[in-house]
């Protein structure tokens, strides 16, 4: 039986559960395309104004891609290029293409493609006795470089061939020391914590959100802003939004966004 992501809003903020509880939320390959699909659903909703990410129960965020498939889904240089590109790498870049913040909310073992997924989130909230690593290594097997890219940004080359080489599995604390993670927090406050953050994420005005996501990412390709892009920085001056919040700066109230 394939594991499922389960999806469900609570007023503006969406959830995406990774499900496969028998295997840890393993990630099979239907599971891959469903993440990728839900992403595209999400982009199409303009209500939403955050994503949170989690895996069923509390034992695992992610224990991986689901090993037992690997002999059919990689049987061929052809086969494993389908699935490590048109599978698994669409649906990290549709993370890190999402236009709203996303936080991960990680519980137990967030190991190989459940840290590749932690790694493409804006923010990455763990409990106490979470555990991170790839020790792909010891399976005989190497990181399609496709899949790499959102832990390169995220932690660098050093951190990056550390988790590789070694295979060593790291503690919350030492993940957070290393830069993979945003927080930690006790274990049975995770999902309080990242309901609290994705509720702070929504109290600011959305277009900015989105904004500082697309800035962010366009500072990290490198090269000069153009004139153009320059002016860009200021769309927000002629948003509603943008004299809302004033207005309730001076008014000294809370402001109402509404994305416009």
């Not at 709203?100 to 590749?116: D, H, K, M, R, S």
Request: glycine share 10%; hydrophobic share 50%; proline share 3%.
């Amino acid at each position: 039986m394939s594991g499922e992501i389960l999806f469900s809003t609570d007023g503006d903020i969406a959830t995406l559960t990774l499900s496969n509880p028998d295997k840890l939320n393993a990630i099979d390959s239907a599971m891959w395309v469903a993440l990728r699909e839900a992403f595209e659903r999400i982009a199409t909703t303009p209500a939403l104004r955050c994503v949170i990410l989690r895996g069923a129960g509390d034992k695992a965020f992610a224990a991986g891609g689901d090993i037992e498939e690997f002999l059919t889904v990689r049987a061929t240089v052809d086969d494993a290029l389908h699935y490590h590109d048109t599978l698994v790498a669409a649906a990290l870049d549709a993370i890190r293409a999402c236009a709203i913040p996303t936080v991960a909310a990680i519980q137990g073992a967030c190991v190989g493609g459940g840290l590749e997924i932690a790694g493409c989130c804006d923010l990455r909230i763990a409990g106490e006795s979470a555990r991170f690593g790839a020790p792909i290594n010891r399976l005989g097997f190497s990181m399609y470089p496709g899949e790499m890219a959102g832990l390169l940004d995220l932690v660098g080359p050093a951190v990056l061939l550390e988790i590789l080489l070694e295979g060593r599995i790291l503690d919350a604390r030492e993940a957070l020391q290393k830069g993979l993670l945003t927080r930690v927090t006790d274990d049975e406050k995770v999902l309080d914590e990242a309901r609290a953050s994705a509720a702070r994420i929504v109290a600011g005005a959305p277009l900015v959100a989105r904004w500082h996501k697309q800035w962010v990412h366009r500072l990290m390709r490198g090269g000069a802003l153009s004139a153009e892009e320059k002016r860009a920085a200021f769309d927000f001056l002629a948003t509603d939004d943008y004299r809302e919040g004033l207005d309730a700066f001076f008014a000294k109230r809370k402001p109402v966004f509404t994305g416009s």
